[in-house]
Structures are given as structure tokens and as C-alpha cells.
């Protein structure tokens, strides 16, 4: 079964400071893709980053990276120097080449960013 | 300007009622998909669609139903038989494929009086 599990509900960090948001993943598919959302309070749902199972580079998308551990089955996502319109809630996703239609959710975490 | 409409942004439901969420979109998307997400909780699959006239169940597709008759659009019937309470329903669409994205619309938020 395919799963994605965030295991931060919540973190406070300073502004300007770096900030890891975890996320693990469980599938048996060696072909699939990893997502990152951003959900801030007005509720639409922002794409940040995608990442490959087959790409060898980790993702980077301006202020955001994704650290991709393939074997450990991670992809964290790194926020540089963080601001405070970065505080939203932040979802990891997982979409698998067998069920390519579907996409699979974390539960999320709360990130706030403190002046 | 592309993308994904979802109207009434707000919406009353009384126990007993059924009601039906509008999503429109104009990205040519082969694929629509619809989610609920609780207060303070990720995003359950209610029902998707990779083509017209064909969709399939999600994770929690009781007390909902769907149509998909047009490419753009595919409407969510929230039945009398859904007791969920107040939630909020996004809407989104794809290209098929795993390396694609969703894009979302802005949600509608549902709440059972």
C-alpha cells in the first residue's frame, strides 16, 4: 500500500532562518513522482516542488529544495531563509507510475514563522 | 487566463439535503479529482475521473456521487446520506501521468446546519 507520513504536525522558526519540513514515503512502485504543497490560510493549494524517483539531482526551486533519500525512502523539504509569508500548512505528496491518476496526501504540518 | 473555478465558495447544507459543488476547468486536463479535508487535516480522496464518462471511487466516496460529461467539468453531489460535518471541499485537475502536478481551485467550504 502506498503511504505518505508526516510526522511534524507543527513548528515555530525564526525568520530568516532555514526550516526542514519531513516527509517519508512507502511504495513498492519503483517509478513515481513527490510533491510538495503549500496551504496557506485561504485554503487554495500552491505546488512548490516535484521530484522524480529517477532524477539524480534533488530538486530546487528558488527558495525551496527537495532532499531526496531514495533509499531511506525521504523527501524533505528545505525552506532558505524563511519569511514570514511562509507560514501555511505544508503537504507532501506521492503519485505512483501503477495508479497514475491518483495522488496520495500527507497529513501536513503547521509551519509559523515568528518575526 | 487558465485554471480551475469552483463555485458557491461557501455553502449551507440542512441534514436531509442534498447539494451539489461546481469545478470547471479550462486547462484541457484529461483528469479531475475530488477532495475533503477536515479542520486541521490533509486531503481524502472522494472521487476521481481520468476521462469523460468514467470516474472512480476514492477513499471516501460514501454519501457522494459525481458526473463527468464534459472534459471541463465535474460537479460533486453532496446526498443526504453523507452525515460528515462541516468540511472543506477542493477540486483539482491534471495532466495524466506520474511527473504531473494537480492545480486546485479555490475550494468551497460546505457546512451542514
Known amino acids: 500500500a502506498q503511504k505518505i507520513t508526516q510526522t511534524q504536525p507543527g513548528m515555530f522558526v525564526q525568520e530568516k532562518e532555514a526550516v526542514t519540513l519531513d516527509c517519508t514515503y512507502d511504495?513498492?512502485?519503483?517509478?513515481?513522482?513527490l510533491f510538495w504543497y503549500k496551504q496557506p490560510s485561504s485554503g487554495e493549494m500552491i505546488f512548490l516542488i516535484y521530484q522524480g524517483s529517477y532524477d539524480e539531482q534533488n530538486a530546487t526551486e528558488g527558495r525551496y529544495s527537495l532532499n531526496f533519500q531514495k533509499a531511506r525512502k525521504s523527501a524533505n523539504l528545505v525552506i532558505s531563509a524563511s519569511q514570514l509569508g511562509d507560514s501555511a500548512m505544508y503537504f507532501c505528496a506521492m503519485r505512483v507510475y501503477s495508479s497514475a491518476s491518483k495522488i496520495i496526501f500527507g497529513s501536513g504540518t503547521r509551519l509559523s514563522i515568528r518575526p | 487566463d487558465g485554471g480551475i473555478t469552483q463555485s458557491p465558495k461557501y455553502l449551507f447544507r440542512k441534514e436531509g439535503q442534498n447539494v451539489t459543488l461546481s469545478c470547471e476547468q479550462n486547462?484541457?486536463?484529461?483528469?479531475m479529482y475530488w477532495y475533503r479535508q477536515d479542520p486541521g487535516q490533509g486531503l481524502r480522496l472522494i472521487y476521481y475521473s481520468q476521462i469523460v464518462n468514467d470516474f472512480q471511487k476514492g477513499d471516501i466516496a460514501e454519501g457522494y456521487s459525481v458526473s463527468r460529461e464534459k472534459k471541463e467539468s465535474f460537479p460533486l453531489t453532496v446526498t443526504s446520506a453523507q452525515k460528515h460535518p462541516t468540511a472543506f471541499y477542493l477540486c483539482?485537475?491534471?495532466?495524466?501521468?506520474?511527473?504531473?502536478?494537480?492545480?486546485f481551485g479555490p475550494g468551497t467550504r460546505l457546512t451542514v446546519t
Open positions: 486547462l484541457n486536463h484529461d483528469a
Open positions: 511504495t513498492s512502485d519503483q517509478s513515481y513522482g
Open positions: 483539482a485537475s491534471s495532466i495524466q501521468g506520474q511527473a504531473y502536478e494537480q492545480y
